[in-house]
């Protein structure tokens, strides 16, 4: 259970309770503004909550001391909404993916570079790309190559908050596709954040609705999106249309 406050008496996320069990994609959808990303990034403790309770496989985060949590947050990851600003623009593909397993690894130069070679394959990319900058690319080869640094650490746990927003409807389709086949290849759990409907409904085992910061409904993706029980959730159905994936 975990509740944030920003400036004054506004709370981003109030009062939340919520597992997400391994495995499983749980959705978490609301309108902008609505605390879903505060959410997520309490999650990881990217954000401090003011108040809660926030545990990974068993493991009390708030408790953790700086150095567990970078043993921690090698299994908890992140994919970020903005593919244009996401990515340090000084740097090329093979820093960028490499970054992690750099801080992290202590991996011989050889074995690096064949990873990262690997986990651009993962992701429909071929290596040529390593000495390109992130500039040269389009936002759905920069959300690919996001994904790829993600993986690098083989985390267990990743938040993608809103990834395919930014892009058009066709390329998001595709990393959706892209997502749903990688958690499948590497076991992977996700908390998968979207304004979105009809994307959380294709890909989500389960479905929490968000509204002003409170979690007005969780359940099943078939029982929230066939017999919804809050009035916001079936706004929410209604209002966004259905889409090709």
């Known amino acids: 259970m975990l509740g944030s406050r920003a400036k004054g008496e506004v709370r ?91 801080i992290h690894e202590k991996m011989a130069l050889n074995a690096r570079r064949g990873r990262v070679a690997e986990l651009l394959r993962a992701v429909g990319l071929d290596q040529s790309i390593l000495p390109r900058f992130p500039h040269e690319f389009s936002g759905g080869q920069r959300q ?12 267990k746990f990743i938040v993608a908050d809103e990834p395919v927003s930014a892009l058009d409807v066709s390329v998001g389709a595709q990393i959706v596709n892209l997502l749903a086949q990688l958690q499948r290849e590497f ?26 910061g409170k979690m007005v409904e969780v359940g099943e993706t078939s029982q929230i999106t066939e017999r919804p029980q809050h009035p916001y959730t079936r706004s929410l159905l209604e ?7």
């Open 12 to 102: 981003a996320v109030d009062d939340v309770s919520l597992d997400i069990h391994a495995g499983e994609t749980l959705g978490l959808v609301g309108e902008s503004g609505s605390g879903k990303s505060t959410l997520g990034r309490l999650v990881l403790r990217l954000i401090e909550p003011s108040s809660g309770t926030l545990r990974f496989e068993g493991r009390d985060l708030l408790a953790a001391s700086h150095s567990e949590m970078r043993r921690i947050r090698r299994d908890m990851q992140i994919i970020f909404q903005d593919p244009f600003g996401s990515l340090d623009p000084r740097m090329n593909v093979e820093s960028i993916i490499s970054e992690p397993l750099v």
């Open 144 to 155: 690919r190559i996001g994904i790829a640094r993600a993986l690098a650490l083989r985390p």
């Open 187 to 212: 076991g992977l759990t996700y908390l998968f954040i979207s304004h979105s409907m009809p994307v959380v409904r294709y890909l989500a085992t389960r479905i929490a609705v968000m509204y002003r």
């Open 239 to 245: 209002a966004t249309p259905e889409i090709a994936v």
